[in-house]
């Protein structure tokens, strides 16, 4: 007789042939749930454990185990004690690990395997806050596509990503990660994500599962220092971090992570309220929950566990489902059940959705689907290459543009192009970088040599270095605070040139996780080395390279052009040579507030009146008495080598019930000279609330393509379910009154009309 398995044989006896069924069936949810109970009831409580285990492949796996840690868990792979792996990253290795499952063990329950594919595997788009300047959603939909396709040609079948924590703090380095500050925005890219991550079925080839993380509030760290306390109130927590989540639930998003944070003195990996109550009960949510890198025992640290044991029973019951290299539930939770203190309805329920999310994958009808070499064969790198370009001019925000020196005029002669980033072909691939190839950006400086051609001069200097020695991901950056040496090459070139192009910003690793920064000024000596060029040739546009918010109050007052140009992946100096030329009229605006001064952190559009919002006469309400209060550049902010001029908003009705919907519009012109795109915003102010509300809130936007002297009429249409909020009845719902509607093509500066909901 053949040798079936265990498992094989049970669901042949229960008439369903797993290895038989297609991709509908399988994604038919009944029939899944029927597998997922009928393999469950097979399975033994080490088994089940071992489901919730995920292991790193930090040894060759192609190879026999090189280390004790590896040999170890080879074993354990062998013994089907293990659910998933994270950076296990090549087709080979994806193979052989899953051999050992499918070869070795009873139940053969195939492996999924994670990978951080944050903005790209190997073709690197802009870091995800520089995308989200694109405010192009198709857009952002694709590149999730090709980093799905690429990631399976490497074995890939799972991402850590999106990560969707709204992020308010410019000193945060992981701010960089984000879609910023905004809820209704970053709930759109999540969704945008999540689907070109995960396409229309999970279990076709050429998809892979996501993850919306942090859960939840990661993002909102005191001070801005990372895994550092979270404090927010319930109104926040439902209002602004919460519904970029549960859109990505709803748009069926296959795994959660939750995050390293304590909300409110409970760590949200031991936090219940959040994993069980909210996500998996009101929101209905079927996936699994994958602990942060070691978070569950890290609730030793936090101080709510006394050990492992402790950490792995606080985890599991608060529906922690998967623990990620935490060592936690492959060394308690069985005998946490034994001892009664971890109910097996728990576990089963954790376990379940564990395979749910396999079955979707298609992953028991073919373990090896995903580890497939033909998929490398088909792909063509150059096409994604050309998306990748695509996405980033896209991505790119013209924040001031006086004098007109950009675009470049063809009658320009000489560009001097100075800055320790200008010629950075790594730092534009940024942090959280997969299998982004080191210094394999196209550089400012080739960018602009490729657009500007022959008869122009292009006139290089570095000017200063940006970091002393090896750039690393676990290793903080050594700012070079004293070497000169190369500013008076720099102001010689800057001397004898018609125009300056300055590239400063970040290291590539200067934003990132762990890479909190107290200060945001321009690092190390690129302020002086900027004003030492200023002194001599005034006609500067400064390109800056970042993953986060700078303090750049004094570029603001006396540079004459400044381009945000992000980390913006593998095609960065060809975009950015597109804007600085005009091949591409820049269209991008910003997800996130760039302060004054690092002080006014966190900044952002959406905030409260307060009781003291203004007094002409005194000092007593709230400001700053050194610096203005609002924002150098607002949230939504970015300018366009046109101008749009927006005119008077039209409301179909003064006033609404529930039932009804507005309609209103607004009717926008390209004044300017050459055709552009614009970012239409729409803002509401509930008046009056039980809770105090934000001055005015995002709740929609289009883009819009505009011919020089053309007009167009841009209507958003206004339902009740906009108006809801988390109230002080503990719910979502509109509560009656006046409301303001804000449209324009930034937070601040808007057109209004006001109306009624009755
Ligand atoms: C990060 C996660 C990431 C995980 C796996 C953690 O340190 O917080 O975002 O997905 O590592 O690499």
Redesign the pocket.
């Given at each position: 007789m053949r040798n079936y398995s265990l498992l094989t044989l049970c669901l042949l006896c229960g008439g369903i042939s797993l290895f038989a069924q297609n991709s509908k069936i399988q994604s038919s949810v009944k029939n899944v749930e029927t597998k997922v109970d009928s393999v469950l009831a097979m399975m033994t409580l080490e088994e089940k454990v071992g489901q919730l285990v995920q292991y790193n492949g930090s040894w060759d796996l192609t190879g026999p185990a090189s280390e004790l840690d590896g040999k170890q868990k080879e074993s354990n792979l062998k013994k089907g004690l293990v659910g998933s792996m994270?950076?296990v990253l090549s087709v080979d290795a994806t193979r052989e690990a899953q051999k050992m499952i499918m070869e070795n063990s009873r139940m053969k329950i195939p492996l999924i395997f994670g990978y951080?594919v944050i903005h790209g595997y190997k073709t690197i788009f802009p870091v995800p806050l520089g995308e989200t300047a694109s405010w192009d959603l198709e857009a952002m939909e694709k590149t999730a596509r090709i980093s799905a396709i690429e990631s399976v040609a490497n074995g890939i079948n799972w991402t850590?990503s999106p990560?969707i924590d709204i992020s308010r703090d410019a000193r945060w380095g992981r701010i960089m990660e984000s879609s910023g500050e905004d809820t209704y925005l970053t709930g759109q890219v999540a969704i945008a994500k999540v689907k070109g991550y995960q396409g229309d079925d999970l279990a076709d080839q050429l998809t892979i599962a996501a993850t919306a993380?942090?859960f939840a509030g990661y993002g909102l760290a005191e001070a801005g220092r990372d895994y550092n306390t979270v404090n927010i109130g319930e109104n926040v927590l439902h209002n602004v971090v919460l519904p970029p989540f549960k859109d990505a639930a709803d748009a069926g998003v296959a795994t959660f992570?939750n995050s390293?944070n304590e909300i409110d003195g409970i760590p949200s990996t031991g936090n219940k309220t959040l994993q069980r109550d909210i996500l998996k009960g009101a929101w209905n949510w079927d996936g699994f929950m994958v602990s942060?890198?070691g978070s569950i025992p890290e609730m030793i640290n936090h101080g709510v566990a006394k050990d492992k044991k402790q950490a792995a029973e606080i985890a599991i019951n608060a529906g922690s489902d998967m623990d990620?290299e935490g060592g936690a539930y492959e060394t308690s939770l069985v005998a946490l059940v034994n001892e009664g203190k971890v109910d097996i309805a728990n576990i089963n329920d954790a376990v379940k959705r564990v395979l749910r999310v396999k079955f979707m994958m298609g992953l028991f009808e073919d373990p090896y689907r995903y580890s497939d070499p033909k998929v490398a064969k088909n792909i063509s790198y150059k096409e994604h290459e050309a998306v990748a370009r695509d996405a980033a001019k896209k991505s790119i925000v013209l924040l001031k543009n006086e004098s007109s020196l950009l675009p470049i005029k063809s009658s320009v002669r000489s560009i001097a192009v100075i800055g320790p980033l200008a010629d950075d072909k790594d730092s534009p691939i940024g942090n959280w970088r997969a299998q982004g190839e080191a210094n394999s950006a196209v550089s400012v400086l080739e960018g602009i040599k490729s657009a500007a051609g022959k008869n122009v001069k292009i006139n290089y200097a570095q000017g200063t270095t940006l970091g002393v020695g090896e750039r690393s991901f676990l290793m903080p950056l050594e700012i070079n605070k004293t070497d000169r040496s190369g500013f008076s090459k720099a102001i010689e070139m800057a001397k004898k040139s018609e125009m300056v192009v300055m590239v400063l910003g970040e290291d590539a690793f200067q934003s990132g996780?762990g890479r909190s920064q107290a200060s945001i000024k321009l690092a190390g000596l690129q302020q002086e080395l900027l004003e030492a060029v200023f002194k001599v040739n005034k006609n500067i546009a400064l390109v800056l390279l970042n993953g986060r918010p700078l303090e750049i109050t004094w570029s603001a007052e006396n540079i004459p052009s400044i381009v945000e140009a992000w980390f913006l992946g593998t095609e960065s100096g060809n975009a950015i040579a597109d804007v600085l030329f005009g091949t591409y009229n820049p269209s991008g605006k910003l997800p996130v507030s760039f302060p004054r001064s690092v002080g006014q952190e966190p900044l952002y559009y959406n905030q409260k009146n307060t009781g003291r919002p203004s007094n002409a006469e005194h000092v007593t309400y709230s400001h700053y008495t050194d610096v203005a209060k609002d924002a150098l550049y607002p949230f939504g902010f970015g300018l366009s080598y046109t101008t749009f001029k927006y005119g008077d908003i039209a409301i179909s009705s003064e006033a609404m019930n529930a039932e009804e919907t507005l309609t209103v519009t607004i009717p926008v012109t390209n004044i300017g000279k050459v055709a552009g795109k614009e970012v239409v915003q729409l803002y509401l102010h509930d008046l009056v609330g039980t809770t105090t509300r934000p001055v005015k809130e995002l709740k929609g936007f289009e883009m819009i393509s505009l011919q020089p002297g053309e007009t167009k009429n841009v209507s958003f249409t206004i339902t009740e379910k906009m108006l809801q909020y988390y109230t002080a009845n503990k719910k979502w719902e509109s509560e009656v009154g006046d409301f303001d509607v804000m449209i324009g093509g930034n937070s601040k500066d808007l057109k209004k009309i006001t109306f009624s909901l009755n």
């Open positions: 994270l950076n951080d850590f990560m993380k942090h992570m390293f942060d890198w990620m996780e």
